[in-house]
């Protein structure tokens, strides 16, 4: 089918890809807190909030069985998400800020991702919890982190983030209809980004890494929030002679181990930029592959550009200095070029 | 009693399967023939039974880390559940759940559970897809008064109740959680009370008595399916073993067990009863014993000498589509 190109928000290529996932399958339902958010009562005649960020607005109206506000319960909504999602639903769960993770890691660590495993092969989970992530709002240290190293370090949970409001859309859907638990991170910085938008149908696949620039001399391998910030530093880069490849991870788990030795392989050179903090993490894994098997194509250290181990902070000075930026990465490559 | 002879006989067996299935494990544990953490259900029977009784494979229960009898009242294959506990290829969950994560979708038995409290929670997601789904369903979440502390617990009421889900929550209440009696924890007489935060109905039953349990949750079940909201069914009931094989309950006075276990029985009462109602005689429970007790050791004899898993298949089945 040919697509029409149009400009959404992130936000609202979210929106539109739940929209569509709802009217193709009567067994998606949304739940969370907020997500219709008042207005939604017979006889009111108030628009509802649809979510602290608006994301989910308008749907209480089109589908008034299937979204539901639950009480501030992080515990009880996903694990009664998960015993949905084994039994015939396949719900879209909302758990607002990443962070919350705290309150309702059980469902998550113990449950969606375990059930099909320890029942040997016979069950399956096939939930989408959608969770706000990182820094960029002010919101500091307790609704800013890049908690999905933890949820990508679990086994039977997959992981995604995408970068555009086109890769949000059909990431989206794709998560939805897979068969398997889905972590859907939505970058706060990245939310009321504009880009275009195809009208219609369209999944994107998980697993699958996106070529965002193509280069020669070094790879930056970002996601979510920082693919922007690679980009803008292959801009940079260019102006100084030095050709980067820019390469968007859009699945965490599963990696796309593949494309990221391709692009190693190409470039002889690696710079992972991650919004989390430096520990245990994706651009560590990322780190790791290149030279457990992609040794023989390094011609320089792999470098990680990341936030700092520490909490994310409040002043705006400060969250700056805290996330990765195009500066920081132009300094590292030009660093490793020296 | 409102009983007929075939669900008297029904009834007996599946408690005397769970009496005969824990006693067995007991033995092969202390042969050192089973591996693993193992928590038995002797004792409680009439409760799994007196509940799941009444339950099609539509229905849903989720259990605990006690969920060998919730498997066997729900109507699990017992071969397939002893050939699990030996970690074989033909287990139930192929080797790789094991007593805590004992489970068959095909039966609604949403699985054994090893974290306190998280099959509240499940439970209430199946009753969300029931009543969405309007297959006509219930969903029973089965745990212990120490799963009533857990944060899980109060969360799924709340939403169970603000739903009116088609749900019945039954607290096996044995006095211990763990090592600790649920008096010094809890500070209420009946967990049953608690309902009352969330408005719903409860209903306390003699868990030793399989009639009691049978009628109260019959009730809650009917208001269930009639649209009329869940329940929280307290049953009273006691743990005859310790809190898992091998426990030396040292903390536990002899007297206490003593008298739970020569007093008030559940399968004892159950004969009796029945018995006495006319409708069953001791030929016939005695007969029934006999084939529970062949049929264990039918699954014994086969899951000693079925295969064990492959080692290659240990990172299969994480996802569905696998090999990721």
């Known amino acids: ?338 | 009693m409102n009983l007929t002879r075939a669900q008297l006989l029904d009834a007996y067996r599946r408690m005397r399967t769970i009496r005969a299935f824990e006693v067995k494990l007991t033995e092969l544990v202390t042969a050192g023939k089973m591996g693993g953490f193992m928590h038995l259900y002797a004792g409680e029977e009439a409760v799994a039974v007196g509940v799941c009784q009444q339950l099609g494979d539509a229905d849903f229960v989720a259990s605990t880390h006690r969920g060998h009898g919730h498997c066997i009242a729900k109507g699990v294959d017992v071969a397939g559940m002893m050939a699990e506990l030996f970690g074989r290829a033909t287990g139930c969950c192929k080797g790789k759940g094991g007593s805590m994560h004992i489970a068959d979708m095909d039966k609604g038995m949403l699985g054994a559970n090893g974290i306190v409290g998280a099959g509240i929670p499940l439970s209430t997601g199946a009753a969300l897809s029931a009543k969405l789904r309007h297959t006509g369903g219930v969903a029973v979440a089965f745990f212990g008064d120490g799963a009533s502390n857990q944060g899980a617990f109060h969360e799924s009421l709340n939403m169970a109740a603000n739903w009116k889900l088609p749900a019945i929550y039954v607290v096996e209440n044995n006095g211990w959680g763990e090592f600790t009696p649920t008096e010094f924890v809890i500070p209420v007489k009946d967990i049953a009370t608690r309902a009352g935060s969330y408005a719903m109905a409860s209903a306390i039953a003699d868990g030793m008595d399989f009639f009691d349990v049978y009628e109260k949750a019959g009730a809650a079940i009917a208001r269930a399916r009639a649209g009329d909201g869940p329940t929280l069914l307290e049953c009273k009931t006691y743990r005859f073993y310790g809190h898992f094989v091998g426990d030396p309950l040292a903390y536990r006075s002899k007297q206490e067990a003593e008298r739970w276990i020569q007093t008030r029985d559940p399968l004892d009462r159950f004969e009796r009863r029945a018995v006495e109602a006319g409708l069953v005689d001791g030929d016939d429970l005695r007969r029934i014993d006999k084939q529970v007790d062949d049929e264990l050791a039918a699954a014994v004899a086969a899951a000693e000498s079925a295969p064990l898993p492959d080692p290659a298949d240990v990172a299969r089945d994480v996802y569905v589509g696998d090999a990721r």
């Not at chain 1, 800013?144 to 086109?166: F, R």
Request: glycine content about 10%; charged content about 20%.
């Open chain 1, 1 to 338: 089918m040919t697509a029409k190109p149009r400009t959404l928000l992130f936000g609202q290529a979210i929106n539109e890809a739940l929209r569509i996932a709802m009217e193709s399958d009567p067994d998606v339902i949304v739940l969370g807190e907020d997500v219709a958010g008042g207005g939604a009562r017979a006889g009111d005649d108030v628009d509802e909030m649809g979510g602290v960020l608006g994301t989910t607005r308008g749907l209480v109206k089109a589908f008034p069985d299937r979204v539901l506000d639950t009480p501030i319960s992080e515990m009880g909504l996903l694990g009664t998400a998960v015993g949905a999602a084994a039994t015939g639903l396949r719900p879209v769960a909302e758990l607002m800020f990443i962070d919350f993770l705290g309150t309702c890691l059980d469902p998550l660590l113990n449950q969606a991702a375990k059930l099909r495993y320890m029942f040997g092969g016979k069950a399956r989970v096939p939930l989408t919890v959608r969770t706000v992530t990182g820094a960029g709002m002010q919101a500091a240290a307790q609704h800013s982190q890049s908690l999905y190293w933890m949820t990508a370090g679990i086994p039977g949970l997959e992981t995604v983030i995408p970068a555009t409001p086109h890769d949000a859309k059909g990431l989206l859907l794709a998560a939805i209809r897979d068969d398997n638990p889905v972590i859907f991170c939505e970058p706060k910085s990245l939310l009321f980004t504009a880009g275009e938008v195809p009208e219609g149908d369209y999944e994107v696949p998980i697993g699958k890494a996106r070529l965002v620039r193509e280069g020669n001399d070094v790879s930056l391998i970002g996601m979510g929030a920082t693919v922007r910030m690679c980009e803008q530093a292959a801009a940079q880069l260019a102006t100084e002679g030095i050709s980067a490849e820019v390469l968007d991870l859009r699945s965490l788990a599963p990696l796309d181990e593949e494309a990221i030795l391709a692009t190693l392989e190409k470039t002889g050179s690696v710079v992972v930029v991650d919004e989390a903090t430096p520990r245990c993490g994706i651009a560590s894994d990322v780190a790791a592959l290149c030279v457990d098997r992609g040794f023989d194509f390094l011609n320089a250290p792999v470098r990680r550009v990341t936030a700092p181990h520490a909490p994310v902070p409040f002043s705006k000075v400060l969250e700056q200095a805290y996330m990765p930026s195009a500066e920081r990465i132009v300094a590292t490559v030009r660093e490793l070029r020296a």
